[in-house]
């Protein structure tokens, strides 16, 4: 009935416009948004959006980082400590059981030799420092009919050089023999026939000996490369070998400057580092430690990171607090809480040896905020920041849970508290009953079908005690076909005009993944990809930018009246479980037995619908239609033995278990629950309820699916039932910018079709003419290196007609922020 009325208003309200404005058939208003000046206002909440930087698909090392040169201490392939081996699968394994992918142990990533009569090896027994494990040796030997011979370092897919632009290089070199040999080194192109700098030359010593170089390019190239080389036979060693670009504001050990230059557009009021998963590493010496990544570069602790790939930490704790300083945005750090991550068999450190990482979180604190005075206040001093750097954030772990990480939350809570008092100590999960100036981090690493059906998350929540200190470490679309389109830019901003309507709901919101190198993403695409010379900045770059940007003072009370489009779902039913602890029988589509199906997992055995799972492994089945939207799954159920979960998948939109796009209801652990998985977000549809199920007893299960809606029984009782949440046409928030005199009015169009909507604006008044940035495009179009501007914002301006309804038409697939003149 309510929907019928809004349409009813909405096609009288045409016909006035269209009876107004001219005798021509006008397109029809399909929408009205309500602004209300003299409702109820909230203050905006200033600091919402930032930024997560972390090292992932290479987005500090062979990104941010300025270094040019990729495995600069040789150090990659050195396994961690007490991970074995597996040459033949070429995995190290963790004490815990986790297998890593692994290089080759002599692999040498970025380097190779330069001709056919020079053999290079990592050398574990010349050594710059007991802190570094490997050097390069490197053994030319040449004749008339060779030639010279050297070493090439390739840096990241090539050297991006320009020409005119200086780069500076330095590196460690030992010779073999007392006598000096020359050596030559210099930048050239791609296959070393053409020399593209100046020529370095000096002489080696029989002793490690540091040396220092200014190039200057005379041409530009994508694909350069650094060269070692000789016309005489020789031995010798290298180590740290760095060659640096000009780098954002002039920083020593600095940052990209196209890179840098696109964050600072998106003026983050926070930055959250160095992670993520990175910051939980996979087991002992696998993640950050502060005080290993300051200094001498040639000293930092270097390891093979959580995504599979060597680490310099080149840009550590320091260069990460003077990157929040130069951007003016507020540092969070996050620290390691005792627990290594829990996707990857996690290792929990002894609760009786906590005292160390609780006290290097304290000293972390304490470089950051202590006076010159100070030994920790010194040492920044020392490495070149005399002021504090008042850091007021720290978050303890990251995507960490349960009761074994609370234990250990408590532990850094109350001794930072101690200490400094003045300190947000943020959880990963809600934990206890925390002070209410406390955040806890939840992440939404989601798909479209998630933030487009979330847009009214916040208008109905109970608990706002629960809400109002949240802070999302992590958000976005990733890891799916959607991401960096349009489509992914449309279904975010939705979300985000949500979180903005109820400013007291959300403390901060950081985009994560910002950062991808191109030659090194998989998956995880995010907001800014980038090669070796180019960035390319994605629909969702630009729409963080706009939202971050036209802000205003006051949240003006607003209201939608669109059409809401039902979500429904389609795609196979599936059964998803670890080891052979159920017996399955009867498993029917419609009253059909199930014939076969697409094993995923496992190596089920089907027929004449009794599933069959192996054991000790992940067993998931795909069964019936990938297109199926309405139909009934039912199956006879009995667990054998444990207490695993089962879960029943249905609609999962035709993708496979990668895609992470499924409704589940779930048993086993003594609840019945009924949610949607999107992406990396579990959306629950339903409150969870008490369902008990007992080992070696019959039940039966059935899932009904409805056009958007889902119902689940257990021996013919319904236990849990939802409806789909909707989509709407359109969402928008209205702020007042009261210094500028303006009022933003953001507009999501979330169709793919014009949206004709009236503007209804009450209780301030505002100049007819507007202007106006739109952000639109085909849902399913990225920019790329190719074509890096298919999509960005587009200003325009419009003018109202006086004495009629402000009508507008929203283009399909849009972002729009009009900008109202507010008259005094």
Not at 236 to 264: C, H, Y
Not at 550 to 570: A, K
Request: aromatic fraction near 12%; include cysteine; glycine fraction near 8%.
């Amino acid at each position: 009935m309510k929907q019928a009325i809004i349409f009813l208003k909405l096609w009288m309200i045409s016909l006035l416009v269209g009876g107004l404005v001219s005798c021509q058939q006008e397109t029809p208003v399909t929408s009205v948004i309500h602004i209300d000046a003299e409702g109820t206002i909230q203050t905006v909440n200033p600091d919402l959006y930032g930024i997560t930087l972390e090292e992932i698909n290479h987005a500090i090392d062979g990104g941010l980082y300025a270094e040019m040169i990729q495995n600069r201490s040789f150090e990659d392939g050195i396994p961690p400590l007490n991970c074995p081996y597996d040459a033949r699968r070429r995995v190290i394994t963790t004490p815990n059981g986790y297998d890593m992918p692994f290089m080759r142990l002599d692999s040498l990533p970025g380097w190779r030799p330069l001709s056919t009569n020079t053999w290079i090896y990592p050398d574990t027994k010349e050594l710059l420092n007991e802190k570094n494990k490997r050097s390069l040796v490197v053994s030319i030997t040449t004749s008339a009919q060779n030639g010279r011979g050297g070493v090439v370092a390739e840096g990241y897919n090539g050297l991006a050089i320009q020409q005119g632009q200086t780069y500076q290089l330095s590196f460690y070199l030992k010779g073999a023999s007392v006598l000096p040999k020359n050596l030559h080194i210099a930048l050239e192109d791609s296959i070393g026939n053409r020399v593209l700098s100046d020529v370095f030359t000096v002489s080696t010593h029989y002793e490690w000996k540091k040396y220092r170089h200014t190039f200057t390019a005379n041409a530009t190239s994508n694909k350069a490369i650094l060269t070692f080389s000789s016309d005489s036979s020789q031995t010798f060693w290298l180590d740290v070998v760095s060659l640096f670009p000009e780098t954002w504001k002039g920083r020593p050990n600095g940052q990209r400057q196209d890179i840098m230059e696109a964050i600072a557009k998106l003026q983050p009021r926070f930055v959250r580092f160095p992670g993520g998963a990175f910051v939980e590493g996979y087991t002992a010496g696998t993640y950050p430690v502060w005080k290993e990544t300051l200094g001498n570069i040639a000293e930092r602790k270097h390891f093979w990171n959580v995504w599979g790939y060597g680490t310099t930490n080149g840009t550590g704790y320091h260069e990460y607090l003077q990157l929040c300083e130069d951007l003016g945005a507020e540092p969070i750090y996050v620290i390691n809480s005792g627990i290594t991550n829990m996707s990857r068999r996690p290792r929990y450190e002894s609760i009786t040896e906590m005292d160390k990482l609780v006290q290097d979180a304290l000293d972390a604190i304490g470089y950051a905020n202590y006076p010159t005075d100070s030994v920790l206040g010194a040492l920044r001093a020392k490495n070149g920041h005399p002021q504090p750097f008042h850091l007021k954030y720290v978050e303890i772990g990251s995507e960490n849970y349960g009761h074994e990480y609370t234990k250990r939350f408590e532990l850094f809570r109350k001794a930072i508290k101690e200490k400094w008092p003045e300190i947000t100590v943020i959880s990963n999960r809600l934990v206890g009953r925390q002070p209410r100036s406390e955040w806890h981090d939840t992440h939404f690493n989601g798909k479209n079908s998630f933030f487009l059906s979330n847009q009214s998350r916040y208008e109905t929540v109970k608990s706002r005690y629960e809400w109002e200190n949240t802070f999302v470490g992590e958000f976005g679309n990733m890891q799916s076909s959607e991401a960096r389109t349009m489509s992914s830019a449309i279904a975010e901003a939705c979300f985000l005009v949500g979180i903005e309507n109820y400013p007291d709901m959300m403390s901060r919101i950081a985009y994560s993944p910002v950062l991808g190198n191109a030659d090194y993403t998989k998956e995880r695409w995010p907001m800014i990809l980038f090669n070796n010379h180019q960035i390319v900045l994605s629909p969702s770059y630009y729409m963080w930018m706009l939202f971050s940007k036209y802000r205003g003072d006051e949240v003006i009370p607003s209201q939608v009246e669109t059409y809401l489009r039902p979500t429904i779902t389609n795609g196979f039913a599936s059964v998803y479980m670890f080891d052979n602890c159920y017996e399955m029988n009867q498993v029917m589509i419609d009253g059909k037995p199930v014939e076969q199906g697409r094993i995923l997992g496992g190596n089920w055995g089907i027929s004449s619908g009794i599933l069959t799972p192996v054991p000790n492994r992940w067993n998931y089945v795909l069964l019936g239609d990938s297109t199926a939207s309405d139909y009934e799954f039912t199956s006879h159920i009995r667990r054998t033995k444990g207490s695993e979960l089962i879960q029943f998948r249905v609609r999962n939109n035709g993708r496979l278990r990668e895609q992470q796009d499924y409704i589940s209801f779930t048993l086993g652990d003594g609840y019945a629950r009924l949610y949607h998985q999107s992406g990396n977000v579990t959306d629950t549809l339903a409150t969870t309820v008490k369902q008990p199920l007992v080992n070696n007893t019959d039940y039966n299960v059935r899932i009904s699916c409805r056009k958007d809606s889902i119902f689940c029984y257990v021996d013919d009782v319904l236990v849990q039932k939802a409806g789909m949440r909707p989509y709407p046409s359109l969402a928008s928030v209205a702020t007042l910018d009261k210094k500028n005199s303006m009022l933003y009015l953001k507009v999501v169009n979330t169709t793919q079709h014009e949206e004709k909507a009236e503007l209804n604006i009450q209780g301030i008044s505002v100049d007819d003419a507007v202007d106006i940035i739109e952000l639109a495009g085909d849902p399913e179009t990225s920019n790329t290196f190719e074509k890096p501007d298919l999509i960005k914002p587009v200003k325009k301006k419009t003018t109202f007609t006086i004495g009629v309804p402000k009508t507008y038409k929203f283009p399909p697939s849009s972002i729009t922020i009009m900008k109202f003149k507010v008259e005094k």
